[in-house]
């Protein structure tokens, strides 16, 4: 039996994650060993929201009914998931062995100059943020840089700007502010 | 017959008549490469055009569909067009507007646009006919007549020449009919050539039309799929695609052409027709050893499993792929999902596994979906959840999605991230085969690996253990990357030398410019020199030439990358995936990577170099896991291989490649600069000064080393030293 605390969180917990993935998780607690299924767990939570925001953690715990010191300690021993918001277009450049030796740090430089921040940072406006890949399997098309899901092969640094610009990043506007 | 495998019969035969319905009876025949790299090249723009045409000029008989990469990288997006008596036309960098062109000429005018194929670019002239002769030891030897020779000269006295051209290809395996020969594009394999033979077929076969039929293979390998297609591009033709058979040449999302090509036909005889044992002995009889880097034979590691007794075991495919620069596992998966399925299929029934799972890193979202529908459709023929197949054996798979942990490739790492926890190593033995997946005997076995089996099931282990050297069968599949011409990806024999596979098969260098080291093994391998390009690509000698084979990502450094520079790239990514349970790995690698730091910002002092070679021994006798152990290794290589650089570095502060910012200044040579301000326009800092048409200068103090004004200017006027 739950007791009345325990219904009153999960209620809480259900209103704060988003109705398929509060399915997906019940599902999976159908299932033996549903501790298994965390990582997925957190990709999807990840996937709604760009990041892992504590609450979302929280609420993760409460519906797995795994300790949030476990969540907590998973999602940051993965590179895959973040902490904080990340823009509306999430730029990673790949650093992989065969993009770092075709030059990807010419284009990272580039795009870090472009936007002017660093990587894991987000611009002010919140369009975009800068994340390092290590290798998404295109290496022979190296340099890789990712827009969201779409890849882009063999950039050269001076062909940032115009990937920027298909997703509205004016280069003259930056420069003059 | 069984009846699971008249059933199995019965389904294939359904298959392939569905697809003969849809595609085969076709006059024309087009296929789309569909992977992460041909989408990242285009390829779903050039697919959505040529449906359109179809459907414009309503063709009846013409159908387009989608198969896997077949490895070309560079000449993406790849499109083949396949009809009755013609040679494949393997079009490359395909565009909407060269569809059209295509379209126009090839589909419906019957003219293929030969510049536009990969044939044409390789410089092999349009025939009607190719032959290629197989150039592997066994059939061409230096004791016996050139088959090859025989067929230019036989050509040559018929005046064929513009009729038939004359290819090479790598040992396509039948070293014992050989000499052997293809024929395009009949899809003719003859066999046990001599000079008499070949007269008798050029004017036979070539001028009129009939093979030589007593000459004729008439042997059916599930590893004879690729060749008749795409081997008489030399790119392709100098490989052996075992583990790549389907890629390039099936829709990687039908159920149906897996099994129009033997699918899961290996999967029913082990579980109709062999015991557990009998399966082990079989892949051990192969000599089949773990291509995930480790080398551990493949046979020894189930018999452990398959000993052990349990009511619950394991079998995990590792589809982690960690090396950053790799991509083999990727394609294989996007381009052949059924494959890893049936292997697994085959392993698990072998150990006595009910259950399987694929870890898969999240990076991967094609390869994820592929597996994903390639496991549902599993499920839905009932080759996997009860009874599959119509057995008495259960067996399912589920996936479990990696999350951008290098050391989760470690088994044990691994085990602990599927069970849903942080993916930290533990001591090994226990071995997972003893106690592994919640604490159950479980195999973890890689993707290329898992690849293997149903060859060595159906071609047979006496056949797969011909092919290779003494001590390792098989082929390997390299993912080739860098600075070389032909990047994708290679599968050869092993025992095949790294410089067949770096100039023959990869076309050498880009750009003129000059060789400097091949990378394999990726951050727990190591750089190998020119001098050692003579290595034979097998586990022992790469080891002994100072790398290891690794899981297969092969990249070519040029003159253009500096050694100190790439060694502490590869620390920074160890140092940075270490997951920090033991002390030598964690701080250890830290402290190299600040020496490596310290070398490459021109601070390097005497002895840096026996600093780095001592810690890196302590490292890798000291470390718990494969991570830690194996994370010196790039340094330790590149000190023995390029210590004058590094030396360089240190004593004169200079970089010879002219990469670390540290040790280069930028400077404007006064007689050459025309002052075209092309190099003020580009810096960002902006710190180069001067008027137009006067020499310009650089403020060095506030340059940033960029190298933007060096590229920018068309003069050489801007000096880099
Ligand atoms: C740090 C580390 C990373 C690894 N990464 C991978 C990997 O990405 N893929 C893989 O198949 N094996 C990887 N391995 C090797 C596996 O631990 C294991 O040996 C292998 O999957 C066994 O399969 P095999 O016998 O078929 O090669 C890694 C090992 C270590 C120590
Ligand atoms: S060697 Fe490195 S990765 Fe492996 S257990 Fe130790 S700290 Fe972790
Ligand atoms: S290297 Fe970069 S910062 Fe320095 S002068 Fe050239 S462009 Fe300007
Ligand atoms: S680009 Fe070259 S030639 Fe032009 S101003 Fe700069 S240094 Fe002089
Ligand atoms: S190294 Fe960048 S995609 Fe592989």
Same mark, same amino acid.
């Given at each position: 039996m739950k007791s009345e605390l325990m219904l009153k969180e999960e209620a809480k917990a259900k209103v704060i994650l988003p109705e398929p993935v509060v399915s997906y998780i019940e599902s999976c607690r159908q299932k033996s060993r549903p501790e298994s299924h965390l990582i997925s767990v957190l990709h999807k939570v990840q996937e709604h929201f760009g990041y892992l925001a504590k609450e979302h953690m929280d609420a993760v715990s409460i519906l797995m009914q795994i300790p949030t010191a476990k969540v907590t300690g998973v999602a940051s021993f993965y590179?895959?998931?973040?902490f904080t918001p990340r823009g509306k277009h999430r730029i990673s450049i790949c650093l992989g062995t065969a993009c770092f030796v075709k030059g990807a740090g010419k284009v990272l430089d580039r795009l870090k100059e472009l936007l002017a921040i660093d990587v894991g940072q987000t611009t002010v406006d919140r369009q975009f943020s800068i994340d390092v890949a290590r290798c998404v399997g295109a290496c022979a098309l190296a340099p890789v840089m990712l827009v969201d899901d779409k890849v882009y092969a063999e950039v050269k640094p001076d062909q940032v700007a115009k990937i920027l610009g298909e997703y509205g990043f004016d280069a003259k506007k930056a420069a003059g502010k | 017959m069984s009846k699971p495998m008249e059933r199995l019969l019965e389904l294939r035969q359904k298959a392939e008549k569905r697809l003969f319905e849809q595609k085969f009876k076709a006059r024309m025949r087009i296929t789309v490469g569909s992977a992460t790299c041909e989408n990242a090249a285009g390829a779903n723009e050039v697919h959505k055009r040529i449906e359109e045409l179809i459907k414009k000029h309503d063709l009846k008989d013409v159908v387009v569909g989608r198969v896997g990469c077949t490895g070309k990288c560079d000449m993406e997006p790849v499109v083949t067009v396949l009809s009755a008596g013609a040679i494949p036309s393997k079009y490359m960098h395909m565009t909407p507007e060269k569809a059209d062109k295509v379209f126009e000429s090839h589909i419906l005018g019957g003219k293929p646009v030969a510049e536009l194929t990969m044939r044409q670019q390789a410089g092999t002239k349009a025939a009607h006919y190719v032959v290629s002769v197989c150039g592997g030891s066994h059939c061409h030897k230096d004791t016996t007549p050139d088959i090859g020779q025989a067929f230019k000269d036989e050509i040559a006295k018929h005046k064929l020449e513009g009729k038939v051209a004359v290819t090479r290809s790598a040992c396509q395996g039948l070293c014992e009919v050989g000499p052997v020969a293809f024929v395009y594009p009949d899809g003719v394999m003859y066999q046990k050539l001599t000079p008499e033979v070949v007269a008798k077929i050029v004017k036979?076969? !070539?001028? $009129?039309?009939?093979?030589?039929?007593?000459?004729?293979w008439q042997g059916d390998r599930v590893t004879n799929r690729f060749f008749p297609v795409f081997g008489d591009v030399p790119f392709f033709g100098r490989q052996l695609r075992m583990t790549l058979r389907n890629c390039g040449i099936i829709d990687p999302e039908s159920l149906d052409e897996y099994l129009s090509v033997r699918g899961y036909e290996a999967a029913v005889k082990t579980l109709t027709m062999m015991t557990p044992q009998d399966v082990v002995d079989a892949v051990t009889k192969s000599g089949l050893r773990g291509r995930g880097g480790g080398g551990f034979p493949t046979g020894v590691k189930w018999n452990f499993a398959t000993a052990q007794k349990s009511e619950e075991k394991f079998i995990i495919c590792n589809a982690d792929e960690g090396d950053p620069g790799a991509f083999m596992d990727r394609s294989t998966i996007e381009g052949d999902p059924h494959t890893i399925l049936e292997g697994m299929i085959i392993g698990g029934y072998a150990i006595g596994a009910k259950q399987g799972y694929v870890y898969i890193r999240a990076e991967y979202p094609l390869a994820i979906k592929r597996l994903e529908v390639a496991i549902e459709a599993a499920r839905k023929a009932g080759f996997?959840? %009860?009874? /599959? !197949? $119509?057995?008495k054996w259960d067996f399912d798979i589920d996936l479990r999605l990696g999350a951008g942990a290098f050391v989760c490739g470690e088994e044990t790492a691994l085990i602990r991230s599927i069970e849903g926890d942080r993916g930290m190593p533990r001591p090994r033995p226990p071995y997972p085969a003893a106690?592994?997946?919640? $604490?159950k005997p479980t195999v973890i076995n890689n993707v290329e690996t898992l690849a293997n089996i149903p060859v060595v099931i159906l071609d047979g282990p006496e056949w797969f253990s011909s092919i290779g050297t003494e001590k390792s069968k098989g082929t390997k599949v390299f993912a080739l990357a860098g600075k070389v011409c032909n990047t994708g990806l290679v599968e050869v024999p092993m025992g095949t030398t790294l410089r067949e596979v770096v100039f023959e098969v990869g076309g050498g260098i880009r750009g003129g410019k000059k060789f400097k080291a091949v990378q394999t093994g990726g951050p727990a391998g190591g750089c190998l020199p020119e001098s050692c390009l003579d290595t034979p690509v097998d586990y022992e000698s790469l080891a002994a030439a100072g790398s290891i084979m690794g899981s297969g990502g092969m990249i070519v450094i040029d003159e253009d990358s500096c050694m100190v520079d790439m060694a502490r790239f590869f620390l920074d990514f160890t140092q940075d995936e270490s997951c920090g349970k033991c002390t030598p790995c964690r701080e250890g690698t830290k402290r190299m990577l600040e020496i490596l730091q310290r070398i490459s910002s021109g601070r390097g002092m005497e002895g840096d170099i026996e600093k780095l070679l001592r810690l890196g021994d302590t490292i890798k006798k000291t470390s718990l896991c494969g991570l830690g152990q194996a994370a010196p290794n790039p340094v330790i290589s590149m000190i023995k291989h390029f210590r004058d650089e590094y030396e360089a570095h240190i004593r004169e502060k200079r970089c010879p490649a002219g990469v670390c910012a540290g040790l280069i200044t930028y400077s404007v040579d006064e007689v050459k600069c025309i002052g075209c301000g092309a190099c003020k326009r580009k810096c960002p800092v902006p710190c180069i000064n001067g008027k137009p048409k006067e020499v310009h200068v650089i403020d060095q103090s506030r340059c /940033? %080393?960029?190298?933007q004004c060096f590229e920018a200017c068309k003069f050489d006027a801007v000096k880099r030293k």
């Open positions: 590179h895959y998931f973040n | 036979q076969h !070539f001028t $009129g039309g009939q093979p030589v039929a007593e000459n004729v996997l959840g %009860k009874n /599959i !197949f $119509g057995t106690s592994g997946l919640w $604490g /940033i %080393k960029c190298g």
